[in-house]
């Protein structure tokens, strides 16, 4: 089965109301907290700066400067060298880039500092699904979901429902979908995957429900497409085939998606 997953940046933070993921870095090593003396006023100070560094860094990976927002993050972490952000965004950074250790070593730094920070478990969970590892990404999407003031709970509950297609288990990836929906009802990810997986049990009426959300909220991806043409196939609505096929013509004509409907392969 294809798992329809979202690209993730990931909102992270008590902090900061926006860290997201960037690309490349140069440092292998991990700062670790110090105390250094200073006085409440030059340890808010040190905090400032820390916090200011971070908005940089997110601000010139928007940017596309990848390389500069790491050396923001490492400027942050010398001021403020326990920051849980910083490392939960740098290991972002390397996952971003496939530098997997170094991606693994942030993480599992960042959860010895806040060993229950729900940004940063859900971010290592889906570090490890990303890499093979499902089996130990489950307990960490748990732990996320166990805080009252968690704000993410869609998003790895959805993350948790990719996990469980890829362990091939279908009945906790609906479970976790469900949940997901109830959280979030325009979640593309979890609307796409619930359509494929009803479609694929033959419930095409539940897969239609589904379909249509991201059809009508113009969610218009070719795998979207697609799949909606595939169940209205199914359903037996010419008309609405006929729409659907148009706009993935007019709009991916040399999408693979495209392809398979000029062949007419509803079963592939």
């Not at 006085?39 to 560094?53: C, N």
């Not at 008309?239 to 592939?268: I, M």
Request: glycine letters at 6%; proline letters at 3%; hydrophobic letters at 40%.
């Amino acid at each position: 089965m294809k798992i329809f997953g979202m690209h993730y940046r990931f909102v992270l933070g008590a902090v900061f109301c926006a860290l997201i993921l960037s690309a490349c870095a140069s440092q292998s090593t991990l700062e670790g907290p110090k105390n250094d003396g200073l006085s409440g006023t030059e340890s808010m100070d040190k905090q400032k700066r820390a916090a200011i560094r971070m908005q940089l860094a997110i601000d010139y990976y928007q940017q596309g400067q990848q390389k500069v927002a790491l050396e923001e993050i490492k400027q942050a972490l010398i001021s403020s060298p326990d920051m849980v952000d910083a490392y939960n965004v740098r290991g972002l950074i390397f996952m971003d880039m496939g530098e997997k250790q170094l991606a693994e070593d942030n993480f599992v730094y960042a959860l010895k500092l806040a060993p229950n920070n729900p940004d940063v478990a859900q971010n290592y969970g889906w570090f490890l699904c990303q890499n093979g590892r499902e089996r130990q990404a489950m307990p960490y999407f748990d732990l996320a979901l166990k805080d009252s003031k968690y704000t993410g709970v869609s998003k790895t509950l959805s993350t948790a429902g990719i996990c469980s297609l890829r362990l091939k288990d279908t009945v906790a990836a609906e479970r976790y979908f469900m949940l997901a929906f109830r959280a979030d009802p325009g979640n593309p990810s979890v609307n796409v995957n619930l359509a494929k997986m009803l479609y694929e049990r033959g419930d095409v009426e539940k897969a239609h429900f589904y379909i249509e959300r991201m059809v009508k909220a113009e969610v218009l991806t070719p795998e979207v497409l697609w799949l909606a043409i595939k169940i209205e196939n199914k359903r037996g609505d010419k008309l609405s085939v006929s729409s659907l096929a148009t706009q993935l013509r007019r709009r991916y004509p040399d999408s693979k998606e495209y392809d398979l409907l000029q062949r007419g392969a509803f079963n592939e």
